[in-house]
Structure formats: C-alpha cells, structure tokens
C-alpha cells in the first residue's frame, strides 16, 4: 500500500503566497488498473503561474509539473524505472493514466523523458520543459530579434528569463537584463552572459537605459510587468516588439493604487510598437507536430511535444485578473 | 502679386494649445518658376496629431493637409482649377513643386483629387483622406474583425472613430462607442448607425461593458488612451486585438501623476491580447502599389494613395513623449 502525500489549497492566496494557503494531506492509493503506472516524483516545479487560481475552487490540489519515476506499472509504454514529466501538481506518488478522466483529476501532461546521459533529469523541467519553451517561442514568435538588435529582459534571473538571454546572445543580440539583488546581476554577467544587468531596485532604470542602450530597445521580454517595464517600453525603438509572458510585480498586490503607472499607449502609438500576451501552451501546440524533443550532450535543444494543454481553454475563468 | 496668410507656431504647446502659441504671417509670393503652380486652400485639416511637435524648431509654418484649388499653374499636370491634396500647413496660397525642395519646405504629400461630382471635395481631407486611411487600414489590418465580433471604439464621435464604427458595421461587427458628451452618442446611434454608445464621462464603464458586450470584447480601436483604455482592455477575449491609433487623452496633459493608471500586462498575458499601435502612412504605404483612389456617388470607397510620406522617419525626434 502506498501512501501520497500532497499539498493542498486550502485558502486564496491574498498578498504573499503563506504556509497557511496548503495543507499536507495524505492518501492511500489503490492498486493499479490496466494501462496506468505509478508514478514517484524526482523534481517538483515551482512556477509563477502557480499564484494564478485557474477556476480551481477551494480545496484544491496544488497544480505544477513534476519529473517522476515509474515505480510500478501496467502500462507497457512507461516501464517501471522509466522517467516521465507530467502535470501531477505538488505530490510525491501520482497514479496516472493517459485518459484524462483517470489520471487523478489532472488533465494529461505527460510523457517520456529521452535519456539525458549524465545530464540531471530536472533539466526536463527547465531548459527542455514549459521554462525553456516559453523562452524559446516568446522571443523567437514574438519578439522576432534579429543579429545585433538590443534586447531587454526583465526578471531576467528567473527560470525565464535567464533562458532568454541565452537564447538572445545566441541569436546574435546585445543582451541586457533587470533582476532585484546584486548577486543576481553579477550571476547573470559572469555566468549566464548578460551583457549588461542591473538591480532596478537600486539604479536609475532611465538614466541607465540611456546608457547601455544608447540606440533603444528593440525587443522587450516582460516577465514582470509594472513601472520598469513603462520605463523601458518608453525607451523602446520604432517598430519594437514586446513579448509579455508574465506580469509578477503585480501578482501578490493587494492595493489597487500599486497596479498602476504609466500609461503606455503615447509610446505605443508613437513608436508604433506591438505588444503581445501569450500562454506558452499556444506557442507549442502550433509547432508540436513539427518539433521532437532531442538532447545532445553539447548542444541542448529546446522542444516542444505536442501533447495537449493543461491550461483552462476557458480564460474567464482566470481569477487573478484584478477588477478595474 | 499674391499674398499668402500663414500660421506660424511661435510658442511651444503647453497644455491645452492656445492662441499665443501661434501669430499670423503675411508673405509675398514669388513668380512661378517652371513646374511650379498656385494652390489656394479651401478647406484646412484641423487633426490631433498636429499637436505633436514633429522635430520642428520654433517658430515653424504649422503644419496640415488642405484641399486647395490651382489658381496658376506652369505645370500641365496640376492645370488651373484643378483639386489637389497637398500637406501645405495652414496657410492660403502656396506655390507647389512636386519637387521636395522647392515646395515651400514641405516634403511632398501631395496628389489630384478626382471628380467628386455633387458630393463636398472635403471628403479628400475626410473618408477620402488621411481619416478614412486611418480607421480603414487600422481596422482592417490591426484589429482583423470577423463577423459577429464585439468592436469597441474609443474617440467614437471623432473623425477616425466615426468611420471606424461604420466601416465594422460594413464587416458585421457589433459596435460600441465612446464619447464624452450625451449629444456625440446620440448623433452616433442615430445617424453614424453604432450600436451602443455612452458617455464615457457619467457612465459607469466598466458596468456598462458588462451590460453592452456580455460576451467580452474581441478588437479595441483606440485613439484616447488613458484609464478608459484600461477599463475596456481588462474586460478583452481571449485573443483580442487592439490598435492604438491616438492617445489623445495625454497630449494635452502636464500633470505626470494623471498620466498613470492601471497597468495593462496582467490582460495582455491573461488573456493573450496583442496590442499595436501605428501611424497611418506605414500601412498606406505597403498598400499603396495595389490601391487608386475611386470614387462613386453610391459608394464612398476608402483610398490610399502611394504617396511617400511628410511623417519624419526619425521619430527620435517626436516630442510628445513624456519622459519616464
């Protein structure tokens, strides 16, 4: 008999996410059916999107993706010592089943790892996972840079954001990033590659821009929304592209005055620039027939698997959009 | 001798533009040399963007479109009595070259009008002009409305917005309307043919969204900015698409603290808006090969021109764009 713990949502995250929001709860799971497997998570992921209620209603599993072991299994396609990524939420076992409706209340996110040699499995959730997709397709699809155009991204230190300007530098671009500490600055200079990073905590974000971008910005990858990204969108060049793919600053705030600053439409109009939203999901899902995952000792690829979303097709659902 | 009137701006626009900001001058016209006419206005564009400082040094000849009729001509291409559209400024006579430099220091924008039979030749300045350019190639090739879709258009009573809502109405498109008096939206029900209009400045609009557009709002023609910008773009479809076309609602603004207010990423993400603002003569330009200027008394067709622009490619050079 195996025992699952889980973490649960046990009350709206109001503010900063606290330990009074879960509850650990155990279960005993049955024994399996045909075709599922059981499943012991290696990595968990934490992700912002995690702070966003998806229509969910209290109590309610902690959604997230995990990479897990088989561990025993009547499914001849996921063997036992297999490695999987799946959508499972925050678990420790998890009996799965590629049908939907069995797959413990997750809608299917799932499948095999390939072997990553002597590579860790995590980067499954990381470079090669929802993290490196959304950086591969949200500046390629959308910022679109070309060689030597300046790039600026924000929470530039993140999961995201760091794969960001990778990917940037390898396309041929000036790369400059935003992070909140020091120490993460000098990571993203030393060992991540940034061109340039500064603690807009601390700099005259402006004054600073004007600096290190002294021909404008070309391309913006938000990750975090609020006043730095007016900051740097008003220092944006004509037909600038804006990837958002994320709006942090303003998730856990609880005073409406916060959510405000400077309008953006005098830049968006006068530079004529385009700023586009996305959920990564809509990014791979177009190009998931087409792409394989695939991994090379020297030369880590980003993919996309085609499997279908997890995310609520029904956005009106999605509760953290403040009433204006 | 012809002596032309011109407007000279004299003091930079602060706030609300003024009568001190401008002086009436008096010249003498030369002869015409060969190539050149005489163009005498009849009918002189007043348009929000001429509240923009376009690189321009005080004092300078303020700038605008005229319809004008050629009085002199030592070119058989524009002969006496014939209609033109030319980027004059405002001023009564103008000696034209098709030259740039030699027509009077405006770049060329400058093309005949066809015959307009009984109908007024100020349609060139209006749905003929840069106004139906701009709702025509800023809905169409921005917001990309499908049949049935909800259209929400803010500046509603204005030049651009009046054509917006009846070129949706042409695509089949439900349309609201934003203006800021009860007489604009009762000439927009009652003759421009919009289906819903209000008084963006007594109503409640983020209520009134929710009565008029039950089922979200797809495209957003927007030509105001400002906080009910805001309002209508947290309550966007999934996929919306937005052109910003003016931010009218700041121009004339000199307090920074009423040029905040609600930040926009969390929708843009949210919902995966794509938000683009745009100068018309981009999009006239790409089309301009393919289209004529066509006129039939039954059906007012919109019309680009292929003329190259007078807008400064420079647009480091625009001066409305607060600082940050």
Chains 1, 2 share one sequence.
Not at 31 to 57: C, M, W
Not at 226 to 254: D, H, K, P, W
Request: with cysteine; glycine share 10%; net charge neutral.
């Amino acid at each position: 008999m195996v025992v699952a713990k889980k973490y649960v949502v046990v009350a709206p995250f109001v503010g900063d996410p606290k330990p009074n929001n879960f509850t650990i709860v155990e279960e005993e799971l049955r024994t399996l059916e045909q075709n599922e497997f059981l499943a012991e998570a290696l990595y968990i992921s934490v992700d912002p999107y995690q702070r966003i209620k998806l229509g969910h209603t209290i109590p309610y599993d902690m959604i997230g993706g995990q990479i897990a072991r088989v561990i025993e299994s009547k499914n001849p396609e996921y063997p036992v010592s297999a490695l999987v990524m799946g959508h499972f939420g925050w678990r420790t076992h998890t009996i799965v089943h590629e049908d939907n409706a069995k797959s413990c209340g997750q809608k299917p996110y799932l499948y095999r790892l390939p072997d990553f040699g002597d590579l860790p499995v995590s980067l499954g959730l990381g470079v090669c996972g929802r993290v490196g997709n959304t950086a591969y397709f949200g500046l390629t699809d959308i910022c679109k840079p070309s060689p030597g155009e300046t790039v600026v991204v924000s929470g530039a230190a993140g999961a995201v954001g760091s794969h960001v300007g990778q990917i940037a530098k390898i396309l041929g671009c000036r790369v400059i990033g935003f992070a909140g500490t020091d120490d993460k600055c000098q990571w993203l200079l030393n060992e991540v590659g940034y061109d340039h990073a500064a603690n807009y905590k601390t700099v005259n974000i402006a004054e600073y821009l004007k600096q290190q971008a002294p021909s404008g910005i070309d391309c913006y990858f938000d990750n975090v929304g609020g006043e730095l990204s007016s900051i740097i969108i008003s220092q944006m060049n004509e037909f600038g592209r804006v990837a958002v793919c994320g709006a942090i600053s303003g998730y856990n705030e609880t005073d409406p005055e916060k959510r405000k600053g400077t309008f953006l439409q005098p830049y968006i109009v006068g530079k004529q620039l385009k700023i586009e939203g996305f959920l990564v999901n809509r990014l791979t899902n177009v190009r998931g027939n087409q792409l394989k995952m695939s991994i090379d000792k020297n030369k880590l690829s980003t993919i996309s698997t085609g499997e279908p979303t997890y995310w609520p097709t029904d956005t009106k659902k999605i509760s953290f959009l403040p009433k204006v």
